[in-house]
Every structure is written in C-alpha cells, then in structure tokens.
C-alpha cells in the first residue's frame, strides 16, 4: 500500500516538472534524514495500530502500516503473551532471569538444568546425539567405531555402559550414586537389576534416573561436537605420522 502511494505522488510530482530522485541508504547507520523518516515512520505507524479495533476492516490501516511493521508487532505481542504465560505457570528464579515450570508437572532435574545439558540429554535420550551411530545413519560417518576406546560399534549403550574412556562417570551412574543434598540413586539400585539387562531407551525413560543420566552427561563429552574434533584430530595425527615413516 505504502508503495503504491509513494508511485501516486511521484507522478503526480512528475505531471508538476517536479522530479523525484529516490536513493538507497543502509538503515540504522545515524544518517540523519533516515533517521528522521525512521522515526516518523514508526510514530504512524503505532498510531493508526492503537486506532485499529477487531470489528473494523483493516484495509484503511494499511495505508499507513507496512508489512514489515505488523509482522514486527505480532512478533512483539506473541512474546508478551507468552511471558505472561510462563509468569502464571511457575515463579522467578532467584539466580536467573528463567522461570520454574515444574510444577507442571515435568522433569524436575533436566528443568533446571543448564540449556547445553538438558539438549544433550533429550538428544541421547530420542538417539539424534553426536554418537557414531547416528552420524553413520546420516551419513556422515563410514562405521560405527568408537573413537574414545576403538570398540567396533559406538552406540548409546556401549557409552553409558562399557566405553573404557567413561569407566568413572559409568560406576557412578550405575553403582555408587551420589550423596547430599543433590544426591541420587544409581540406576541399577533403582531398577534392582543389573545394566547388562536394562535398555537405555527404559533408563531414559525412568524419571528418578534423570538426575544421574544428568550428571553423566555434564561429567562426560558424550554427544558433544568436542568428540567428533577430537576423533579428527587424532585421525590427522596418524596421517601425519605414517607420512613420516
């Protein structure tokens, strides 16, 4: 609408012998007259917007409201109403500007966790994760062989439960626990079974093990990126090496 407006009154100048150059300038970059007309711009704009009722035709409104402007203001209007959501849902953290939803009724342990963590956790947990595994599946790797301890297949369990790099992290998670105030069960304790008989699809899907599969997974680089530049690194200082010999 804007546009064809601003044709109107260029021809209408035009029938007057009043020409009218018109030049691109970058935006927000403190040229004056742009900025003027920026501001002026966005002043109509939120004034017809504040007139604008639902029961009226928005058409009218056009004329002085770009595309570009109301897709902002929705944008704009989602995000307040979803704030506002969230604020009802659960009350303000004292250590962070985030918001405590549990008692929603989710998972407690991967709500709290830190963002990095808590995606790693639901990646290993539905199998898209940085394993060898799933970059084969992809297509971005040619086998399945762990680059931390060499075993043949690298896959979800062999990490959690038998990778000679994670031997540690792996008896504290299914043995030990942890004690204090944050403390947890180990997942053998909780199940009453041996890990050579449990599945990780049944131990992801445990809530009371979310604390230590949590804890694992911020312990370990499983299904982080530093794995997959490790395996390269090490795999050009072979190369460098058999060009040596």
């Known amino acids: 609408m804007l546009v064809l407006r601003t044709m109107n009154w260029t021809d209408a100048l035009a029938r007057k012998n009043i ?29 017809y917007c504040a007139r604008y009722t639902e029961t009226q035709n928005l058409l009218p409104f ?23 959501e969230i604020m ?25 966790a830190k963002k990095t963590i808590a995606a790693r956790f639901y990646q290993l947990k539905s ?9 084969l599946r992809i297509g971005k790797r ?26 540690r992290e792996q008896k504290r998670l299914w043995v030990d626990g942890q004690e204090g105030e944050d403390g947890y069960e180990g997942v053998e304790k909780v199940f009453k079974k ?20 949590m804890d694992f997974i911020s312990c370990t680089d499983v299904g982080r990126i530093s794995g997959v ?3 390269a690194e090490n795999s050009d200082h072979e190369e460098s090496s058999d060009a040596g010999v």
């Not at 297949?153 to 031997?167: E, P």
């Not at 050579?196 to 009371?208: D, G, N, R, T, W």
């Open 62 to 84: 056009l004329d002085y409201i770009s595309f570009a402007h109301v897709s902002r203001r929705l944008t704009e209007v989602k995000w307040e109403e979803s704030k506002e």
């Open 194 to 213: 041996l890990k050579i008989s449990l599945p990780m699809s049944l131990v992801f899907a445990e809530e009371k093990c979310s604390q230590a599969l």
């Open 229 to 231: 530049v490790e395996e």
């Open 127 to 135: 199998g898209h994760a940085l394993i060898a595994k799933y970059l």
């Open 142 to 167: 040619r086998d399945m062989k762990c680059w931390w301890c060499g075993h043949e297949y690298q896959t979800r369990d062999h990490l959690f439960k038998w990778c000679k790099r994670w031997k």
């Open 88 to 112: 009802k849902l659960g009350k303000k953290s004292k250590h962070s500007d985030r918001y405590d939803l549990v008692k929603r009724g989710g998972n407690s342990a991967v709500m709290e």
């Open 19 to 47: 020409q009218v150059e018109y030049w691109w300038v970058p935006a927000h970059k403190g040229i004056e007259g742009n900025e003027e007309a920026d501001q002026q711009a966005t002043k109509a704009a939120y004034k």
